[in-house]
């Protein structure tokens, strides 16, 4: 895991391998659109879209570490830069986003465009 100093704190920054192997010890947060959170997700992670992100409304970390993502990361630096600005100390963002998820062969939430259903789907890596 890297990190990046900012104005008001440090961010974390999560390899798509390192979320992966977290998935039941964090709570992961996309931060894109609803359409684009209904179009092809992560499974699991919860939506808060950065348009109407309120840290203060994101839930404690003392059981789970919260790490955020969105499509590149740089939606979700920002959301991790107003949590720092908020008081919160500690928050991570998965570096790269869904793109960089997708790319390392991570399973994730698409749509079928035959049916327009969801369905698991794998980038071959």
Same mark, same amino acid.
Request: aromatic share 4%; charged share 25%.
């Given at each position: 895991?890297?990190?990046?100093? =900012?104005?008001? +704190?440090?961010?974390?920054?999560?390899?798509?391998?390192?979320?992966?192997?977290?998935? +039941?010890?964090?709570?992961?947060?996309?931060?894109?659109?609803?359409?684009?959170?209904?179009?092809?997700?992560?499974? +699991?992670?919860?939506?808060?879209? &950065?348009?109407?992100?309120?840290?203060?409304?994101?839930?404690?970390?003392?059981a789970k570490r919260?790490?955020?993502?969105? +499509?590149?990361?740089?939606?979700? /630096?920002?959301?991790?830069?107003?949590? &720092?600005?908020?008081?919160?100390?500690?928050?991570?963002?998965?570096?790269? /986003?869904?793109?960089?998820?997708?790319?390392? /062969?991570?399973?994730?939430? /698409?749509?079928?465009?035959? =049916?327009?259903?969801?369905?698991?789907?794998?980038?071959?890596?």
């Amino acid at each position: 895991m890297k990190s990046e100093q =900012t104005e008001n +704190g440090t961010v974390d920054l999560w390899t798509a391998k390192e979320v992966s192997e977290a998935r +039941g010890d964090i709570v992961l947060i996309d931060v894109r659109t609803p359409q684009e959170h209904g179009f092809e997700r992560i499974g +699991g992670a919860l939506l808060m879209a &950065l348009q109407e992100f309120q840290p203060q409304s994101l839930p404690g970390q003392d059981a789970k570490r919260i790490v955020l993502h969105c +499509g590149s990361g740089v939606r979700s /630096g920002k959301a991790a830069a107003l949590c &720092l600005a908020a008081g919160i100390e500690r928050i991570a963002h998965l570096e790269g /986003g869904l793109a960089a998820w997708k790319a390392a /062969g991570q399973e994730y939430i /698409g749509t079928d465009v035959a =049916t327009g259903a969801p369905k698991v789907m794998k980038k071959d890596s």
